[in-house]
């Protein structure tokens, strides 16, 4: 994968991470600090912000923990919504049908670049 083009958060050795593990990391947005994770599943690694859409809290609860093998599912231990590993797509729970803030990931040898953009709010104004 190529080096991502906007700012990016490095999150060293990430390659090493096993099936189903992740890790989270610290990005700055708009002069506040927010918290998000790298998962390796099956399928690859992806990145996503640690916010549920439904309460906007973390995912994990401090626990460092997202992801259920058994589900292959990601899980908020706030309400027991599952996400799709690969989109972040909740499939079942109080935020079905809504995603989790995905962000695109870049190598630098085992190292992952994380891409953080600015947030895209959708509204009537930006939906055509």
Same mark, same amino acid.
């Given at each position: 994968?190529?080096?991502?083009?906007? $700012?990016?958060?490095?999150?060293?050795?990430?390659?090493?991470?096993?099936?189903?593990?992740?890790?989270?990391?610290?990005?700055?947005?708009?002069?506040?600090?927010?918290?998000?994770?790298?998962?390796?599943?099956?399928?690859?690694?992806?990145?996503?912000?640690?916010?549920?859409?439904?309460?906007?809290?973390?995912?994990?609860?401090?626990?460092?923990?997202?992801?259920? $093998?058994? /589900?292959?599912?990601?899980?908020?231990?706030?309400?027991?919504?599952?996400?799709? $590993?690969?989109?972040?797509?909740?499939?079942?729970?109080?935020?079905?049908?809504?995603?989790?803030?995905?962000?695109?990931?870049?190598?630098?040898?085992?190292?992952?670049?994380?891409?953080?953009?600015?947030?895209?709010?959708?509204?009537?104004?930006? /939906?055509?």
């Amino acid at each position: 994968m190529p080096e991502p083009s906007g $700012p990016s958060v490095r999150i060293p050795g990430a390659a090493s991470l096993a099936q189903g593990e992740a890790r989270t990391f610290s990005f700055s947005r708009a002069g506040k600090t927010y918290e998000g994770f790298i998962l390796r599943h099956r399928l690859g690694f992806f990145a996503y912000a640690n916010a549920c859409p439904h309460w906007n809290v973390d995912l994990d609860l401090g626990f460092g923990d997202f992801y259920d $093998p058994e /589900l292959d599912a990601i899980f908020c231990r706030n309400h027991g919504a599952l996400f799709r $590993p690969d989109t972040g797509l909740c499939s079942a729970g109080p935020c079905a049908g809504l995603y989790l803030e995905k962000f695109e990931l870049g190598w630098d040898g085992g190292d992952a670049l994380v891409e953080v953009g600015s947030l895209t709010l959708i509204g009537a104004e930006n /939906l055509g």
